[in-house]
C-alpha cells in the first residue's frame, strides 16, 4: 500500500533539517575540506526548492553529492553554472565558505568552470523539455548526500569512500532525508543516477511502495557515458515507462 501524504511538507524544512545535521559532522584526513552548499549557498537552493519543487512529481532522480564545479559551486544538484543561472534562471547571493580549498575556490555562479556531469544532465533536459517547468512539472533531481569532500590534493572523494565510522551517521541522516524528500514529492518512481545512488535509494526507501530504477551516470569519468549519454538514458527512461516528449 502507498503511504499517503495529504499536506505535503516543503521540502525547505527537511533541507534545514539535514543541513543542520551533517553541519555537526566531522571528517578526518584523508578528507582536508568539505564543502556544504546547504549553507553557503542556501538562497540559490532555497529558491530551486520553491521553484520547481512542488508536489505531484511523476519520478525524482537522485545523484550521489555535490561536484566541484557543480552544486558546490551552485547549490543546486548537478549545478552546472550556466544551466543554473541561464535555463532555470536562479539567483541569489553564494558565499564563501568558511574553510576553502585553493585548488578548488567558491566563485558561485560567477564560476567559469564547467561540470560535465551536469552539463549533460541539464543539458538534455533543455533539449528535449524545452523550458525548465516543463521539466520540472513531471520530474524533481535530488542529491543524496549535500556534502562535498576534497582531499589535500584537490581529489574529490566520494561519500561512499569515508569509513565506516564517519559514512555511517551520514548515510543516516541522508536516509531520512531522501525518504522525507520522496513522500512529500508524492514521486511514484525514484530513479538512482548511477548505481551507488540507486542502492542508497533502495535502503533508504525499503518499505514504501514505490519503483526503484537507476540510470546511466552522466561523469565524464564512465567511458560508456561518453559513448552518446543522451540516447542510453532515454533508452533505460523508456524500460522504466517514462515518455519523453518528441
Avoid at 166 to 190: K, Y
Wanted: proline share 9%; charged share 20%.
Amino acid at each position: 500500500m502507498r503511504v499517503a501524504v495529504s499536506e505535503p511538507a516543503t521540502l525547505i524544512p527537511i533541507a534545514r533539517e539535514l543541513c543542520a545535521r551533517v553541519e555537526a559532522m566531522r571528517f578526518a584526513a584523508p578528507v582536508a575540506c568539505v564543502y556544504n552548499p546547504l549553507t553557503y549557498a542556501w538562497a540559490v537552493h532555497e529558491q530551486y526548492l520553491e521553484r520547481f519543487g512542488a508536489p505531484g512529481k511523476q519520478a525524482v532522480f537522485v545523484g550521489m553529492n555535490p561536484g566541484p564545479w557543480g552544486m558546490a559551486q551552485t547549490g543546486v544538484p548537478f549545478g552546472e553554472v550556466a544551466a543554473v543561472r541561464d535555463w532555470m534562471c536562479l539567483d541569489g547571493l553564494v558565499e564563501q565558505p568558511t574553510v576553502q580549498h585553493p585548488a578548488r575556490p567558491i566563485e558561485g555562479l560567477h564560476c567559469s568552470r564547467s561540470e560535465v556531469s551536469g552539463r549533460r544532465l541539464w543539458g538534455w533536459a533543455a533539449q528535449r523539455f524545452g523550458p525548465p517547468t516543463n521539466f520540472f512539472h513531471r520530474f524533481f533531481v535530488l542529491n543524496y548526500c549535500p556534502l562535498a569532500f576534497l582531499e589535500a590534493s584537490g581529489r574529490n572523494r566520494t561519500p561512499d569512500k569515508l569509513p565506516a565510522a564517519e559514512r555511517e551517521p551520514l548515510q543516516a541522516a541522508c536516509d531520512e532525508a531522501l525518504r522525507r524528500n520522496v513522500l512529500a514529492l508524492q514521486a511514484p518512481l525514484v530513479i538512482g543516477v548511477g548505481a551507488w545512488a540507486e542502492q542508497r535509494a533502495r535502503l533508504a526507501l525499503a518499505g514504501l511502495d514505490l519503483q526503484i530504477g537507476r540510470i546511466l551516470h552522466p561523469s565524464p569519468a564512465s567511458p560508456a557515458a561518453n559513448r552518446g549519454w543522451e540516447s542510453q538514458v532515454e533508452t533505460q527512461l523508456a524500460a522504466l515507462g517514462i515518455e519523453l516528449p518528441t
